[in-house]
């Protein structure tokens, strides 16, 4: 298309006319009532006809394009008027062009003022600037540091708020803590039994195999059950609850946190963690130990039932375990499930404090839940594991 092929009327009775006089300037020209409705259909074929005028200004010439804007012969002029003519000359100053508006009325220059200049209506896109190793590593670093510092204030104040409820037993919110006992526990009995059930057979069915090269099978089940007993039966039941109680806890004050529920309790002179986070951590102390005593119990007779098949009768099998299972051993795997009870029920309710605003924060502090508390159980039961080494307990 050539510049005289855009020369032309774009409607019979036309509020706007477009006549492009070379390929380095042009005119456009306003005349009578510009509003919303006169410019229907005219805003998108002008500024077709301006885009094309640029593009073959740009390939014949290197001088800058001159755009002569007449409303000289404007009657009146309303928003959309307005907004059509810092659209044309948005074009034109991105094209590198000179745009030039003559014969407005004075009383529409307020209007116009209220968008100069216009490039804060189409601002430049920022690019980020790409960080290296050394960036990186530094915030990684400091986000590390500021999560520990966190967390050890966190526990410094749960301590204190722990211990504050021991010594005022009537002022803790005990229907919470049956709540969220009930969720927590009661809710939790069929996932954790069939888990255990299924680790009892697996951890049988694999001991079995080596140990049938050997002609060693009787040990199997003394084997399985000293190993449920002090790691698999704490262990896969505190990854049950931080999948599931920790993620509700964090969901459920981190949507307390985004409504500003929790600054409502500050502000009313009460403690979010004596209100919210203690019923909660005392409902994981009693819970994860007895769901922890649950799941050893399934997955025994799971492993008993698994040794049937390889000519093991109960008898010899309750024998054995009798033999390998120390009530010192029940005790140890107990005392870590408490452990991993209080974690797993304070990271919860640590990252749901931390929550950000907006809707997807509440999913992100449920995720950092239940990775963060993962964490912190694989970092106790390693702790554990040092300390039963060196005491023998």
């Known amino acids: 298309m050539s510049i005289s092929d855009t020369s032309l009327p774009i409607s019979s009775l036309p509020v706007a006319m477009w006549s492009p006089i070379d390929a380095s300037s042009a005119t456009l020209a306003l005349s009578g009532n510009v509003d919303i409705y006169s410019l229907d259909g005219l805003w998108s074929q002008i500024r077709a006809a301006q885009d094309i005028w640029l593009k073959q200004g740009s390939l014949n010439n290197r001088t800058k394009q001159t755009l002569r804007f007449d409303a000289s012969q404007v009657l009146s002029l309303d928003g959309a008027g307005i907004a059509f003519l810092i659209s044309v ?36 896109p920022v690019v980020k ?8 590593t530094g915030m990684a670093t400091q986000n590390l540091i500021e999560d520990v510092v966190g967390l050890v204030t966190f526990t410094g104040h749960l301590a204190a708020d722990l211990w504050w409820s021991l010594c005022h037993v009537r002022q803790v919110r005990w229907g919470d803590f049956v709540n969220t006992a009930v969720q927590a526990g009661i809710a939790a ?47 896969i039941t505190a990854i049950l609850l931080a999948g599931r109680s920790s993620a509700a806890f964090a969901a459920e004050i981190g949507t307390m946190t985004v409504n500003s529920e929790v600054d409502a309790l500050v502000s009313g002179g009460l403690s979010p963690i004596r209100f919210l986070v203690v019923p909660r951590v005392l409902a994981g102390i009693l819970v994860a130990p007895i769901l922890t005593l649950y799941a050893d119990i399934v997955s025994i007779f799971a492993s008993m039932v698994t040794m049937l098949a390889y000519g093991i009768p109960f008898i010899n099998f309750y024998n054995g375990m009798l033999v390998a299972v120390s009530i010192e051993d029940i005790g140890s795997g107990l005392i870590k499930a408490t452990l991993f009870g209080v974690v797993i029920s304070a990271v919860g309710c640590l990252r749901g404090m931390q929550t950000g605003t907006g809707a997807a924060a509440v999913g992100i502090s449920a995720t950092r839940a239940v990775v963060s508390s993962i964490v912190m159980i694989v970092l106790v039961d390693g702790v554990f594991a040092f300390i039963s080494y060196k005491t023998g307990f």
Not at 102 to 121: C, E, M, S, W
Not at 129 to 136: A, D, E, H, T
Not at 215 to 229: E, Q, Y
């Open 89 to 124: 000359q948005e074009a034109q100053q991105q094209a590198g062009g000179i745009f030039e508006l003559v014969g407005l009325n004075a009383r529409y220059q307020p209007l116009l003022k209220v968008f100069d200049p216009i490039t804060h209506l189409f601002p430049v």
């Open 129 to 136: 600037p790409k960080r290296n190793l050394i960036v990186s």
């Open 189 to 235: 009995l069929p996932i954790v039994g069939l888990v255990a059930f299924l680790i009892g057979v697996i951890l049988s069915f694999q001991a079995a195999i080596g140990m049938e090269q050997f002609g060693a099978v009787s040990f199997v089940g003394p084997l399985a059950a000293l190993g449920i007993v002090r790691e698999m039966g704490p262990l």
